[in-house]
């Protein structure tokens, strides 16, 4: 059959696409022959390079995580992600009662240096594994004879996290086993990068223990009204922080808790925490005469709420000791009180009132820096209390715990006991703490 061309050009032209592309012909003809790209907007598209610092830090919204490798559609990985936690800490005590009454003293420390990953895997799987590299965090112990910390150089390390979760669906109900930092307590269950004083309660750093092994559930709470948290665990030794820990210090935590919004503030939930030991406390652990590894008490009690209403916010708790593994102490009575409001998205303020009570049964030695003053260690009051006020600066506004400078002037008060009088045991002053934050 033969083609008409006068029809055929008829077609060609009322086609307005056709039409168009055979008017670029000849131009593209030429840039072909000239060796010339072609015009942008006929390139596709090249994906932006994305280098690791501007992840991290380049952006007023920072990615929530460091991805090496993310593609939701390969059945077996979908994503492999860094993780890094600094925090270094300077402060300056002022004690009134101690060893050298009036003293003061300048330290400093990397209290927390923590690298590791993540990964997700089959969908429903994360694997997590982090360790501490040096800081005090580690190994690190206060040296009364050197007056400083000692053992805690960068080229020292332990296992601080090491589990598998199973995450049905991505329902919020996690199944988990390895080793983590059990998420109790007011202070303990919040991520150090988002804690807004540097330490919160001194009764809770006299009940808390490191990381140990075990195997936990939970459900998210952020979907549930109603939230779980349930684990089994067994806690290990300072020399031994990799290794499965003795059944010596075998205890089991069982928290519930539930969401309370527009009750007292805009949104809040309230916790109940029971953490039970099965150490026999006429039996202690090799090298700890008094000490268990682990729950520091036979029971442990804490109720706490957490809320916030527009720029305020609250956390506030109270926490029981019941049967102190340590035979010399007796219950332990813990109360916090700590708002804190948003003055602008940058600009936080904070202020915190604490309260420790019971025979014997305050570590005081858990103030960090108190022990800087003595030569011997602080020991154990019947009573502390103090009242503190802090500023903290954030440098991204949708992602405080990336990196932020926190501040906090306390002053404590310790009454000591007649038996540990003699020792000067026990801490009365100020101190005033500033340090630097960064995690993702």
């Not at 939970?218 to 922080?241: E, H, M, Q, V």
């Not at 858990?366 to 800087?372: I, T, V």
């Amino acid at each position: 059959m033969q083609r008409n061309p006068v029809i055929f050009e008829q077609l060609l032209m009322k086609n307005t696409t056709i039409k168009t592309f055979v008017r670029m012909l000849p131009a593209c003809f030429i840039l072909a022959n000239q060796g010339l790209a072609a015009p942008s907007s006929l390139q596709p598209s090249k994906p932006k390079t994305e280098y690791l610092w501007n992840q991290i830090y380049g952006s007023n919204t920072p990615q929530k995580k460091l991805h090496l490798y993310k593609n939701d559609e390969n059945p077996y990985v979908q994503e492999v992600n860094v993780t890094l936690r600094m925090q270094y800490q300077a402060a300056w005590v002022n004690g009134q009662v101690g060893n050298y009454p009036g003293s003061h003293n300048w330290t400093s420390e990397f209290r927390r240096f923590r690298a590791g990953w993540n990964a997700k895997v089959l969908h429903d799987f994360k694997i997590q594994n982090v360790w501490n590299v040096g800081g005090v965090d580690n190994n690190g112990y206060w040296d009364k004879k050197t007056a400083r910390w000692e053992d805690h150089g960068q080229t020292k390390t332990s296992l601080y996290e090491a589990f598998i979760q199973y995450n049905h669906k991505n329902s919020g109900n996690c199944f988990s086993f390895g080793k983590t930092n059990p998420e109790i307590y007011a202070e303990n269950r919040v991520s150090s990068g988002s804690l807004k004083t540097p330490d919160m309660s001194i009764a809770e750093q006299t009940l808390l223990f490191d990381s140990v092994w075990g195997a936990w559930a939970a459900n998210d709470t952020k979907k549930n009204d109603l939230g779980y948290y349930l684990g089994i665990w067994s806690g290990t030794n300072d020399s031994n922080k990799q290794i499965w820990g003795t059944w010596q210090s075998f205890f089991t935590t069982a928290e519930l808790s539930y969401n309370i919004d527009k009750v007292l503030l805009d949104k809040g939930r309230v916790y109940v925490d029971w953490v039970h030991s099965f150490a026999n406390r006429n039996k202690p652990l090799a090298g700890n005469s008094e000490n268990f590894v682990g729950s520091q008490c036979q029971n442990v009690i804490s109720a706490y709420y957490i809320g916030s209403h527009g720029k305020f916010d609250l956390t506030t708790e109270m926490l029981w000791g019941l049967k102190s593994n340590n035979r010399a102490a007796g219950n332990l009575f813990g109360f916090t009180f700590m708002p804190s409001y948003n003055i602008n998205e940058h600009l936080e303020a904070v202020v915190k009132f604490q309260l420790a009570s019971g025979n014997n049964a305050v570590n005081v030695g858990k103030n960090r820096y108190a022990k800087s003053l003595q030569k011997e260690s602080p020991g154990n009051a019947d009573r502390y209390y103090s009242v503190g006020a802090g500023m903290n600066f954030y440098v991204y506004a949708k992602d405080h715990s990336r990196l932020k400078i926190m501040t906090m002037m306390e002053y404590g008060n310790s009454s000591v006991s007649e038996a540990n009088r003699a020792k000067n045991a026990g801490f009365t002053g100020w101190q005033f703490v500033c340090g630097a934050y960064t995690n993702f």
